[in-house]
């Protein structure tokens, strides 16, 4: 009897976790569908007024630099996306786009004080932190990336040699 009980408790416990992880799983397919739907929108206010911002206006202007409204229409459009979406962000991606929305502030605040507009090197630093770098990590675009999958590979595309599957005899995955 005791056998029994012991083993309808374990495959009780089995089931549990088996509906908690497709629980798990279909809120991460939710998460991922979401942050589909909303991260193209912070990418267009990034590359819009950021690095698209710079290239075109260079091409029409050698001299250009940022007029006195650019700073606080960025800090705007970073603010109202994050008041909207900014839950579906990973942390890792968080921490990328709150540096950046930092530096803004800082930027429009500096600017507001000292009654000027934002210097091409200003507005090149924040660039920097949506593009190229953050704090010596990955910038926010590749974080945002990452989050999405853009920058992996499906694993159905590595050669099936160097898939880390186990071995169905011994259940051990091989060393890659």
């Known amino acids: ?8 408790a374990s495959e009780l416990r089995a089931q549990f976790d088996n509906k908690v992880n497709e629980l798990t799983q279909t809120q991460f397919k939710d998460i991922i569908a979401k942050r589909i739907e909303v ?9 819009t007024e950021l690095s698209d911002l710079e290239r ?19 800090l705007k459009q970073l603010m109202e ?7 579906f962000l990973t942390q890792d991606s ?13 930027l429009v605040e500096t600017c507001n004080h000292e009654k ?17 770098r953050c704090k010596g990590d990955s ?28 071995d169905v005899t011994t259940g051990v995955c091989p060393k890659v």
């Open 1 to 8: 009897m005791r056998i029994q009980v012991e083993s309808k």
């Open 39 to 47: 991260y193209p929108e912070l990418w267009l206010i990034a590359q």
């Open 56 to 74: 075109a206006q260079k091409l029409l202007n050698p001299n250009w630099s940022p007029d006195e409204n650019w700073a606080g229409n960025l």
């Open 81 to 87: 996306w994050h008041q909207k979406y900014g839950v």
């Open 94 to 106: 968080y921490d990328a786009f709150s540096e950046l929305r930092n530096a803004s502030v800082d």
């Open 116 to 132: 000027r507009r934002p210097t091409l090197a200003e507005f090149q630093a924040l660039d920097q932190l949506y593009y190229q």
């Open 139 to 166: 910038p926010l675009a590749t974080r945002l990336k990452n989050d999405l999958g853009s920058y992996k590979t499906p694993y159905i595309s590595h050669p099936v040699d160097q898939r880390n599957t186990p």
